[in-house]
């Protein structure tokens, strides 16, 4: 009887240590994320150093990026591309769509281009149809 009380004591103590330890974890874990929070973002691009920065207009980014020389806009709210700007791109499938294409009315882009050759220069391929 004697050494069954002394197992259920000690199961009660490495119950409580197990629990003050997953306790600790999960604090200092909380504390890692939080100071991942406080991270400073990359530092801005040195446009004066870019040979073509004269001749490529800026774009405001409306996701929080910093400004950077770029072809491409955003969609509007609706999910069109401005008429300046009419190739859809998008990023999941990495292909671009042109007017008048099979899937370009259905097409929610990601990006929108000036021109096809810019979309190419960044990666994207023309869509099959």
Known sequence: MKLFRKLIKFAFLAAIVALIVSR??????DQD???????FAWPPINLADSEDSADTPLAEPTDGSPLEPRHWVTCEDDGTCP????IKAKDSSGLYHVP???AY??????????????AEADGYSPAQR
């Open 24 to 29: 600790l974890r999960n604090r200092s874990t």
């Open 33 to 39: 994320q939080d100071e991942d929070e406080g991270d």
């Open 83 to 86: 008429a300046s700007h009419p």
């Open 100 to 102: 008048g294409g099979n």
């Open 105 to 118: 009315e259905r097409t929610i882009p990601d990006r929108c281009y000036r021109s096809a050759e810019d």
